[in-house]
């Protein structure tokens, strides 16, 4: 089936700087994408989410920038706190199926 | 609120034996309840999905099922585990339609 990827497995930033997790899809159904974070061990948390109508949405420190024409999702963290080290994973859902995850990005978070 | 509970949180089974993962949430009523399995440093794997009860859509062919007895309970079932079903097992429901998964804390099972 089509999937999800991401452009990088690794990313390394110093604390307070900005990051940018980048993702591509090729799906062009989905109308739906997510991002989680996963940190070890534990099951994936719910950062943000973008519907397919909006090209930018932000919440606490965190902005999801959608692009349909190039099938590209990003996730941008502001000033990048030690606590943000975790594996993100971006997901996308076409209506009536189910979750369709990435590989994941690493990022971590130096001081 | 709404939670949702999966156990065992580790596992470790002879290849060969039987696996029962359950799966609950509260607080909700006809979510949809998907199992994904995950490979270390991996992605998520859907395994199977439901959008009711009695009703299992699976992604992958593999020697496991899956079973929703109740309207908030899925079960993942083997008859007899391979050292490939190795893996961190994650439960998660959903409101119906196009809503984020909410993940349990994931069960980490290691055949032998």
């Known amino acids: 089936g089509e999937s999800v990827g991401l452009h990088l497995p690794t990313l390394s930033v110093q604390e307070g700087d900005n990051s940018i997790i980048n993702c591509a899809y090729s799906n062009s159904a989905s109308d739906y994408f997510i991002w989680y974070k996963q940190e070890s061990g534990k099951g994936p948390q719910f950062i943000i989410d973008i519907r397919s109508n909006m090209d930018k949405r932000q919440g606490q420190r965190v902005t999801v920038l959608l692009n349909k024409t190039v099938k590209h999702l990003s996730l941008q963290i502001a000033a990048t706190q030690p606590g943000d080290s975790a594996v993100y994973f971006c997901?996308?859902?076409?209506?009536?199926?189910?979750?369709?995850f990435g590989k994941g990005t690493s990022l971590l978070v130096t001081p | 609120s709404q939670t949702i509970h999966q156990w065992p949180a580790t596992l470790v089974q002879p290849v060969g034996s039987p696996l029962s993962l359950e799966c609950t949430v509260e607080g909700t009523s006809n979510p949809n309840l998907y199992w994904y399995r995950q490979a270390a440093g991996r992605g998520l794997q859907l395994l199977f999905y439901s959008v009711g009860i009695g009703q299992i859509s699976s992604e992958v062919p593999q020697n496991l099922s899956a079973s929703r007895p109740q309207d908030r309970q899925f079960i993942l079932s083997s008859k007899k585990l391979l050292l490939s079903d190795s893996g961190f097992y994650l439960c998660?429901?959903?409101?119906?339609?196009?809503?984020?998964?909410?993940f349990g804390q994931g069960t980490r099972l290691t055949v032998v």
């Open positions: 998660a429901w959903s409101f119906q339609g196009n809503t984020e998964a909410f």
């Open positions: 997901a996308e859902k076409e209506s009536g199926y189910a979750l369709n």
